[in-house]
């Protein structure tokens, strides 16, 4: 098995996903207790180096109060790749997106540095992965999953962002792909 990934991320209540219709083949349903929104991906940095972007999250809390984010969900569309490649898809923010947004970029470089020395490139873009892309999916499958995304309406769903985690794989992957390692409250 590969060095498992770490990331921190705004754990979201995510028992809608079981009301979701059945998607296509070769994807995969976020299990309801994996659904969040990343704040910082840190890879396969390994533990120690999770931890140090952990403890840079305790200091960032302290100097600033970081409140909680009322969210709630939009479109849903493939993240992750190209349009013909992605890897999710995922949920969009509708109500929350700029003070989410805000918060990932307040945040997330000072983790990524703490654990891995990197800066991420790409503007922060808050999202809420629901279903994941098989390795073997071949191009209709993802025409079917984008086809299947179109048709979703979540904007009923809301969110409440006052916790961030610390996340890795889950030792039993076949039920739920993540864990939680660690958690700080908002507030």
């Not at 083949?25 to 929104?37: A, I, K, M, Q, T």
């Not at 992965?129 to 309406?153: C, E, F, K, M, Y």
Request: net charge positive.
């Amino acid at each position: 098995m590969p060095r498992p990934n770490w990331f921190l991320a705004f754990p979201i209540a995510g028992t809608f996903v079981l009301e979701l219709p059945p998607l296509p083949s070769n994807f995969r349903p976020f299990h309801p207790e994996d659904v969040h929104l990343t704040l910082a991906f840190l890879g396969g940095c390994g533990e120690p180096a999770a931890l140090r972007a952990l403890a840079a999250l305790d200091a960032s809390l302290s100097r600033s109060s970081v409140s909680a984010i009322s969210a709630s969900l939009g479109s849903v569309v493939p993240m992750g790749g190209s349009k013909t490649t992605y890897s999710n898809l995922s949920a969009l923010l509708e109500e929350g997106r700029a003070e989410a947004s805000a918060c990932l970029a307040a945040l997330r470089d000072v983790l990524t540095e703490a654990a891995t020395g990197r800066r991420e490139r790409r503007p922060p873009k808050p999202h809420v992965s629901i279903a994941r892309v098989r390795t073997r999916a071949t191009p209709s499958d993802r025409q079917a999953g984008l086809a299947w995304a179109a048709q979703l309406n979540l904007r009923a769903e809301r969110a409440q962002l006052d916790r961030i985690a610390l996340y890795t794989w889950s030792e039993k992957r076949h039920d739920r792909l993540f864990q939680i390692v660690a958690e700080r409250r908002l507030g």
